[in-house]
């Protein structure tokens, strides 16, 4: 019989990551695993009952186990608490019903579950970090540093970091950060560097390149960490300097509020257009564009961010516009040459990474350098084996968080 594991995560399926970074990987192991799915679904995606009905049918046919939970944001605070209540319960529960050999943590509050879970009946636990999520709340303004949910939360980290498994980071950036302050607790520690990866098959360079220049940019922008206002100025430099050229925002977030800081005078008018799209239209969104822009918030809080983005994007043949500061970004950017960074945002600044990525897009070897960077660095395929090495390890007797 396959080893039963259980997969826990705050993250929807019904959402575009849940899709990307969640199921995409369990595809993989689901034919060597007997695998429990644990999601947090929210009320818009629950809504759907056709996606729903036919997510259920793709987990049943992978031999998926799917419990979809709710997923509740507020009251602040309160909520996530109430949540991990219950997530204790749900996961000991199905730990035990299912004689699982691992939990596999996507993120902190289901790894700190993970952890009492682990203590109480001896299964492992990888500790899927994704990012430093302290430090992200802290520079979005949803936590001061040295607070006692702040020191309570780096308390759950350094405990998670000691105790699981074993660890996963998106980035060798965020390893190298944890091993300068939590050298103990890390001693002797299996860590894997698992970058977001994409679905290569799916997220490939157009058939025929669109005749239209289209700067695109996917994903949130309203979370906190997304550089707004530098995406304000570089829309702004390239409106000015390129008229044929048209914005295209895919994203989930509100589109007034979106447009109301990117064009608050209306400038931009038609020009730019801001909608969602289904998890399953996306590379087709990407296919269409020229290139895309992606600012985040730089230091500590972004040494752990691998942007899934990016990885679809340059699976698309795309390069990307972005900032330094961010993970691994600009590492991959330099040594591939598959982008341009932007130093400030400032008009100047904004108006040499657009002189930059023209130059950039005149490269006839540029869509072809993109698809090889997202081939080595990306690829599913090596980050679901890397997976399952893990998986593999710790299933056939790995060291137990309970030792």
Same mark, same amino acid.
């Given at each position: 019989?396959?080893?039963?594991?259980?997969?826990?995560?705050?993250?929807?399926?019904?959402?575009?990551?849940?899709?990307?970074?969640?199921?995409?990987?369990?595809?993989?192991?689901?034919?060597?695993?007997?695998?429990?799915?644990?999601?947090?679904?929210?009320?818009?995606?629950?809504?759907?009952?056709?996606?729903?009905?036919?997510?259920?049918?793709?987990?049943?046919? $992978?031999?998926?186990?799917?419990?979809?939970?709710?997923?509740?944001?507020?009251?602040?605070?309160?909520?996530?608490?109430?949540?991990?209540?219950?997530?204790?319960?749900?996961?000991?529960?199905?730990?035990?019903?299912?004689?699982?050999?691992?939990?596999?943590?996507?993120?902190?509050?289901?790894?700190?579950?993970?952890?009492?879970?682990?203590?109480?009946?001896?299964?492992?636990?990888?500790?899927?970090? +994704?990012? $430093?999520?302290?430090?992200?709340? #802290?520079?979005?303004?949803?936590?001061?540093?040295?607070?006692? $949910?702040?020191?309570?939360?780096?308390?759950?980290?350094?405990?998670?970091?000691?105790?699981?498994?074993?660890?996963?980071?998106?980035?060798?950036?965020?390893?190298?950060?944890?091993?300068?302050?939590?050298?103990?607790?890390?001693?002797?520690?299996?860590?894997?560097?698992?970058?977001?990866?994409?679905?290569?098959?799916?997220?490939?360079?157009?058939?025929?390149?669109?005749?239209?220049?289209? #700067?695109?940019?996917?994903?949130?922008?309203?979370?906190?960490?997304?550089?707004?206002?530098?995406?304000?100025?570089?829309?702004?430099?390239?409106?000015?300097?390129?008229?044929?050229?048209?914005?295209?925002?895919?994203?989930?977030?509100?589109?007034?509020?979106?447009?109301?800081?990117?064009?608050?005078?209306?400038?931009?008018?038609?020009?730019?257009?801001?909608?969602?799209?289904?998890?399953?239209?996306?590379?087709?969104?990407?296919?269409?564009?020229?290139?895309?822009?992606?600012?985040?918030?730089?230091?500590?809080?972004?040494?752990?961010?691998?942007?899934?983005?990016?990885?679809?994007?340059?699976?698309?043949?795309?390069?990307?516009?972005?900032?330094?500061?961010?993970?691994?970004?600009?590492?991959?950017?330099?040594?591939?040459?598959?982008?341009?960074?932007?130093?400030?945002?400032?008009?100047?600044?904004?108006?040499?990474?657009?002189?930059?990525?023209?130059?950039?897009?005149?490269?006839?070897?540029?869509?072809?350098?993109?698809? +090889?960077?997202?081939?080595?660095?990306?690829?599913?395929?090596?980050?679901?084996?890397?997976?399952?090495?893990?998986?593999?390890?710790?299933?056939?007797?790995?060291?137990?968080?309970?030792?």
């Amino acid at each position: 019989m396959m080893p039963s594991t259980i997969y826990l995560t705050r993250n929807g399926l019904l959402e575009p990551l849940g899709q990307s970074q969640v199921l995409a990987y369990l595809r993989g192991l689901s034919g060597r695993y007997r695998i429990t799915l644990i999601t947090y679904e929210k009320a818009e995606d629950r809504a759907d009952i056709t996606r729903m009905d036919a997510m259920r049918a793709e987990c049943a046919a $992978l031999g998926i186990q799917w419990l979809p939970q709710h997923f509740r944001a507020s009251p602040k605070v309160i909520a996530p608490a109430l949540s991990m209540v219950r997530m204790v319960w749900l996961l000991l529960r199905e730990t035990r019903g299912q004689n699982a050999r691992l939990i596999h943590a996507r993120s902190y509050i289901p790894a700190a579950v993970a952890l009492i879970v682990s203590r109480l009946t001896g299964v492992p636990f990888i500790f899927d970090m +994704r990012a $430093l999520w302290p430090e992200e709340l #802290i520079t979005a303004g949803r936590l001061t540093r040295g607070s006692l $949910l702040h020191r309570a939360m780096v308390a759950a980290e350094r405990a998670c970091l000691a105790r699981g498994g074993a660890v996963v980071s998106l980035t060798h950036a965020a390893v190298e950060h944890l091993q300068r302050i939590y050298p103990d607790a890390l001693a002797g520690q299996r860590i894997a560097v698992i970058p977001t990866c994409a679905d290569l098959d799916r997220f490939v360079p157009p058939a025929q390149p669109s005749a239209k220049r289209v #700067i695109g940019c996917l994903g949130t922008v309203l979370s906190g960490w997304f550089r707004l206002d530098w995406l304000a100025a570089f829309l702004k430099v390239v409106a000015e300097q390129a008229p044929d050229v048209v914005f295209e925002l895919t994203t989930r977030d509100d589109a007034a509020q979106v447009r109301a800081a990117l064009d608050p005078d209306g400038h931009l008018g038609s020009r730019l257009t801001i909608a969602p799209a289904a998890p399953e239209d996306v590379h087709q969104v990407i296919q269409g564009q020229t290139a895309s822009v992606m600012f985040f918030t730089d230091g500590l809080s972004k040494l752990g961010s691998s942007p899934t983005r990016m990885a679809e994007i340059l699976g698309c043949g795309m390069p990307v516009v972005a900032n330094d500061g961010v993970g691994d970004v600009a590492y991959i950017i330099r040594k591939y040459r598959v982008g341009v960074l932007a130093h400030a945002p400032d008009p100047a600044s904004m108006a040499q990474a657009w002189n930059d990525l023209l130059a950039l897009l005149q490269d006839p070897d540029i869509a072809e350098r993109c698809r +090889r960077a997202a081939e080595e660095v990306f690829s599913l395929e090596a980050g679901t084996a890397a997976y399952a090495q893990l998986y593999s390890e710790l299933t056939d007797g790995g060291r137990r968080c309970a030792d």
